[in-house]
């Protein structure tokens, strides 16, 4: 894996100041956690969060969301597009702002009103068991490491909110299940990308909790005699990661 680090305060035009390093040559989904772990023990200031999948339209949708009435932050002065130290600090207003939203309960969907949201074809889940089993079938070729300067850890997605179309979980579903996979399964926020986010834990689930997860997966994404979901349930066992497809059409 070969990573390129940026300096505090450059800025990368398709994410965000935020964004302290580039990752390319990615070979295993390990690389990129035992990457983040030392992230996370090096910058305790900081929630590390990544990009997953098409990195371009990730961008473009996150640029979208972040303008949704309850995170907009509003600007009267287009000079500070000129001025990167005036951009560093909308973006940490922003950032701010869409975390301080994240924690208005009133804003955040319960995890039931989730169900059917996804609801999806067969084929789907068994294209997100196969995305569990080999992760690196949906990086992009370009996976960019955020530093989030937020303090609770579950509102990293601030960082780099997304969910813009319609049909899409929208960044407060996101951080509903977000929340839920934290509580109930010791799951943390990895990334977002166009399609799929990320969670990782310190180690594989048990079987029964395994089975337990993809219970309650079930009314969120359909197709409950899916051989996709027993896939998964053996794919939870072994790995410490999760990822889920959260717009309309994921599994393409």
């Given at each position: 894996?070969k990573i ?10 398709r994410?965000s100041l ?5 990752l390319?040559?990615?070979?295993d989904?390990?690389e990129i956690l035992t990457l ?11 929630r590390?969060f990544i ?6 339209q990730a961008s473009?949708?996150s640029?979208h ?6 995170l ?7 000079d500070?597009?000129n001025?990167?130290?005036?951009q560093?600090r909308?973006?940490?207003?922003q950032v701010?702002?869409?975390a301080?939203?994240l ?14 949201t996804r609801?999806c074809?067969?084929d789907?889940?068994d294209?997100?068991a ?10 992009d ?9 937020v ?5 990293a997605i601030?960082?780099f909110?997304?969910?813009y179309?319609?049909v ?11 929340r839920?996979?934290a509580d109930?399964y010791?799951?943390r ?5 166009a ?5 990782e ?10 089975n337990?997860?993809v219970?309650e ?7 409950i ?9 053996d794919t939870?066992t ?12 994921f599994?393409?």
């Amino acid at each position: 894996m070969k990573i390129d680090r940026i300096p505090d305060g450059a800025q990368d035009p398709r994410t965000s100041l935020l964004t302290r390093a580039r990752l390319s040559d990615v070979q295993d989904i390990d690389e990129i956690l035992t990457l983040v772990s030392a992230e996370r023990a090096a910058h305790l200031d900081a929630r590390v969060f990544i990009t997953l999948d098409d990195l371009t339209q990730a961008s473009y949708t996150s640029m979208h969301a972040g303008e949704s009435d309850e995170l907009e932050v509003a600007t009267d002065d287009l000079d500070f597009l000129n001025d990167i130290d005036a951009q560093r600090r909308f973006e940490l207003r922003q950032v701010a702002h869409v975390a301080a939203q994240l924690s208005r309960s009133a804003l955040i969907p319960s995890w039931d009103e989730l169900h059917g949201t996804r609801e999806c074809p067969p084929d789907w889940i068994d294209r997100m068991a196969e995305v569990n089993d080999k992760p690196s079938t949906i990086l992009d070729d370009e996976i960019h490491v955020l530093h989030v300067p937020v303090r609770d850890s579950l509102a990293a997605i601030a960082g780099f909110p997304n969910g813009y179309f319609s049909v899409d979980w929208d960044t407060f579903q996101n951080y509903t299940v977000t929340r839920h996979l934290a509580d109930a399964y010791g799951y943390r926020p990895l990334g977002i990308g166009a399609s799929w986010i990320g969670f990782e834990r310190n180690s594989p689930l048990s079987l029964m909790k395994a089975n337990e997860l993809v219970e309650e997966l079930k009314p969120i994404y359909g197709s409950i005699d899916a051989p996709g979901w027993a896939r998964l349930v053996d794919t939870l066992t072994r790995r410490r990661t999760l990822f889920l497809g959260y717009t309309e059409n994921f599994a393409d």
